[in-house]
């Protein structure tokens, strides 16, 4: 099992960047797939970008591409998703997720395909 902590969300304005940052506790960081999601108010929660087990493959959404990043450090059990030109409409609450599915080049897009979920962290982007 593994345990997922976000960080790195808050207040923005538009134009700017932020790098969110999930953190695993836990054995076998790099046996999951990892995956971003976001879910703004009155909205169900939907993927945003995947990274394969030893990050030498990702897969965003194509609404985010050009904007957003995933990378992971599995040396630091951490995933990463960058985010710049942010967008009042990116405003929500980011969520990530690992995946014990599939073979090491898995990306996961949908819900899901995910096993475990950490709390979110809030990104708010201003105009």
């Known amino acids: 099992q593994v345990q997922l902590v976000e960080s790195g969300g808050g207040l923005v304005q538009a134009g700017g960047s932020l790098r969110l940052s999930c953190t695993a506790s836990g054995r076998g960081f790099s046996s999951y797939a990892m995956g971003w999601f976001r879910q703004a108010p009155g909205k169900e929660r939907e993927f945003e970008a995947a990274?394969?087990?030893?990050?030498?493959?990702?897969h965003v959404r194509d609404s985010v591409k050009g904007r957003f990043t995933i990378s992971r450090d599995n040396a630091k059990n951490t995933v990463y998703l960058q985010m710049n030109s942010l967008k009042p409409e990116d405003t929500a609450v980011y969520y990530c997720?690992?995946?014990?599915?599939?073979?090491?080049?898995?990306?996961?897009?949908?819900?899901?395909?995910?096993?475990?979920w950490g709390q979110g962290t809030q990104v708010t982007v201003s105009t």
């Open positions: 997720a690992a995946s014990a599915k599939g073979s090491y080049s898995f990306l996961g897009v949908r819900r899901d395909e995910y096993d475990y």
């Open positions: 990274v394969n087990r030893n990050g030498d493959s990702t």
